[in-house]
C-alpha cells in the first residue's frame, strides 16, 4: 500500500478522534508545532529513521520530547513508530490539515504579483476567489514574481486564474498565431 494512502488514513483517523472528543483546534495546533519541528530539525528525523535506535528509544524521545502534546497525539505518534512508519509523519500531518481545512472551509492558495501586496489587497482577493472555488475564505501566500509585469496570477490547488499581464499577451499570441494558419 502506498504510503500517501497510509498517510490519509492516519490522518482520517485522528480527524475523526478530534471530532469525537471536540479536540480538533487543539491536535491542530499541536500537528502544526510538529510539522514545524520535524522540518526544522532534520537531526530528528535522522535519529526516528536510523536502523539501531531501537523503537523504545524513538518511543521515548518522542514521549520526552512532545509530552505537552494530548495522549491521542502522542499516542498516533508512538504508533507509527512501532509500525515503522516515522517516514509519513509529515505527510499525515499535511493530510490532516488538509481535512481541518475543508471542515473549515478554507484553501491554501499562492497568489502571484510584481511587488509584495498589502494584507488590505490579500483580503479583497480572498473575498473575491474563495467563493468561485466553493470555500469561504482563502489562506493566500504571496509569491513576488516579476515575469508576471502586472496584474495577478492565483493558484488554489490545480485552479489558475491568471489576470497577469504576461498571461493576457499570451493568450493573445495564440489567437494571433492561430488566425494566421
Known amino acids: 500500500m502506498s ?8 490522518a482520517e483517523a485522528l480527524f475523526q478522534l478530534g471530532q469525537e472528543k471536540s479536540k480538533l483546534e487543539q491536535f491542530e495546533a499541536e500537528l502544526i508545532t510538529l510539522r514545524e519541528v520535524y522540518v526544522s530539525n532534520p537531526k530528528l528525523v535522522h535519529i526516528l529513521q536510523h536502523p539501531r535506535v531501537t523503537q523504545d528509544q524513538k518511543r521515548s524521545l518522542i514521549g520526552d520530547s512532545f509530552k505537552a502534546f494530548s495522549p491521542e497525539v502522542l499516542n ?7 509500525r515503522h512508519r516515522e517516514g509519513i509523519i509529515v505527510e499525515m500531518i499535511v493530510h490532516f490539515l488538509e481535512k ?3 471542515a473549515k472551509g478554507v484553501a491554501d492558495a499562492d497568489v502571484y504579483s510584481v511587488r509584495p501586496l498589502s494584507e488590505t489587497e490579500i483580503e479583497k482577493i480572498s473575498e473575491t476567489f474563495a467563493p468561485k472555488v466553493g470555500k469561504r475564505s482563502l489562506n493566500l501566500t504571496n509569491i ?17 486564474f491568471d489576470g ?4 493576457k499577451l499570451r493568450r493573445m499570441e495564440r489567437k494571433l ?5
Not at 3 to 10: F, L, Q, S, W
Not at 146 to 160: D, F
Not at 164 to 167: A, E, K, Q, R, T
Not at 177 to 181: L, P, R, Y
Open 3 to 10: 504510503e500517501t494512502i497510509v498517510a490519509k488514513r492516519y
Open 144 to 160: 513576488v514574481d516579476p515575469s508576471v509585469l502586472g496584474g495577478i496570477r492565483l493558484r488554489v490547488g490545480n485552479r489558475i
Open 76 to 82: 498516533t505518534l508512538k504508533l507509527l513508530i512501532d
Open 100 to 102: 481541518m481545512n475543508d
Open 177 to 181: 498565431v492561430s488566425a494566421n494558419k
Open 164 to 167: 497577469s499581464v504576461s498571461g
